[in-house]
């Protein structure tokens, strides 16, 4: 084979991850694998090789530098983990390259509102492959690793360990995880911040006085470690009757953007208690993902924009 239809073989099957250079008759290849999951660097380099079998073949890859997004509450129920699964869509809809970590070891619920229930991600060298969503956001979850209903009752060192698989996997070109934190300030969290260093933090709270409270423990937390905080999510705000049309405060109204304005943080905006989002989001149909949204597109807009001054 001639070194010109040699190098038109190396770039059929590699196109621009190939540079090549010659020296006389010999042929050397640098084939740029950054980002690729491991499965896909062997496979590449094998073809490579084989389009030109006389070749020098050096596989490179730059380290991708990603942006951690960790989504927290200081309790349970506030909804963050619909908040979470929304905010990745809908940064993924506005152009980043976006991967979801459920890293709620003790209550996954990510696969069911990712429409990724009884996929089980594959592994390579230890590695966890994410799997792949309709929604253009890879997931990886706890929820995909044990059996359906199954409790996980593990203790801290344990549960840190699951969370360096997830963070770990092979995430490939992502440049953003969003991070759906359990509830609390305990192991797990203290993992994330120690070892993986988010670079920022969104709080969801409630707008009620119980939900604040705690919300401001995660908030404190967050500022001990040096962890920037984004701004506040309040979820849960407003109820508009499906009938009347008329909008009431169950929860009250008003909290969290009163608590961020005391505490000097930005207000990311409100999610309103609807009953569609409920019923899309058990459906695994997350409604970030529609073309007329209007709710998390603005608040990912303004995640995206931090991002882009840090």
């Keep these: 084979m001639t070194s010109e239809a040699s190098r038109a073989a190396v770039l059929s099957v590699a196109g621009s991850r190939a540079t090549i250079r010659m020296d006389g008759e010999r042929m050397?290849?640098?084939?740029?694998?950054?980002?690729?999951?491991?499965?896909?660097?062997?496979?590449?380099?094998?073809?490579?090789?084989?389009?030109?079998?006389?070749?020098?073949?050096?596989?490179?890859?730059?380290?991708?530098?990603?942006?951690?997004?960790?989504?927290?509450?200081?309790?349970?129920?506030?909804?963050k983990s619909t908040v979470s699964a929304n905010l990745a869509i809908a940064l993924a809809r506005a152009g980043r390259r976006v991967g979801?970590?459920?890293?709620?070891?003790?209550?996954?619920?990510?696969?069911?509102?990712?429409?990724?229930?009884?996929?089980?991600?594959e592994a390579i060298e230890k590695q966890l492959i994410?799997?792949?969503?309709?929604?253009?956001?890879?997931?990886?979850?706890?929820?995909?690793?044990?059996?359906?209903?199954?409790?996980?009752?593990?203790?801290?060192?344990?549960?840190?360990?699951?969370?360096?698989q997830l963070v770990e996997g092979a995430w490939g070109t992502a440049d953003t995880?969003?991070?759906?934190?359990?509830p609390g300030t305990g192991d797990v969290q203290l993992t994330m911040v120690q070892k993986y260093r988010p670079a920022g933090a969104v709080?969801?709270?409630?707008?009620?006085?119980?939900?604040?409270?705690?919300a401001t423990r995660a908030i404190d937390f967050f500022n001990k470690a040096g962890v920037p905080i984004i701004g506040l999510i309040?979820?849960?705000?407003?109820?508009?009757?499906?009938?009347?049309?008329?909008i009431s405060?169950?929860?009250?109204?008003?909290?969290?953007?009163?608590?961020?304005?005391?505490?000097?943080?930005p207000f990311l905006g409100r999610v309103p208690l609807a009953i569609d989002i409920r019923e899309a989001s058990d459906a695994g149909q997350p409604p970030a993902a529609r073309d007329d949204d209007r709710i998390f597109a603005p608040l990912?807009?303004?995640?995206?924009?931090?991002?882009?001054?840090r």
């Design 28 to 79: 050397g290849v640098v084939l740029d694998a950054t980002g690729l999951a491991p499965a896909e660097r062997e496979r590449l380099e094998a073809e490579v090789r084989a389009a030109a079998p006389a070749a020098r073949v050096i596989v490179t890859a730059e380290r991708v530098n990603r942006a951690l997004i960790a989504v927290a509450s200081g309790k349970g129920g506030v909804g």
């Design 203 to 214: 709080i969801v709270s409630t707008p009620q006085d119980l939900a604040l409270i705690d």
């Design 234 to 246: 309040e979820n849960m705000a407003g109820y508009a009757c499906p009938s009347c049309g008329v």
């Design 300 to 309: 990912a807009a303004q995640v995206a924009d931090w991002l882009a001054r």
């Design 100 to 121: 979801l970590i459920d890293a709620d070891i003790y209550g996954p619920s990510q696969p069911r509102l990712m429409a990724a229930e009884g996929i089980r991600p």
């Design 249 to 265: 405060d169950p929860f009250g109204r008003g909290g969290a953007e009163a608590t961020a304005a005391e505490l000097g943080l």
């Design 177 to 182: 995880l969003v991070m759906d934190l359990p």
């Design 130 to 164: 994410p799997v792949p969503t309709r929604y253009g956001v890879p997931l990886l979850s706890m929820g995909q690793l044990v059996e359906p209903g199954r409790a996980i009752a593990w203790r801290g060192p344990m549960a840190a360990g699951a969370l360096g």
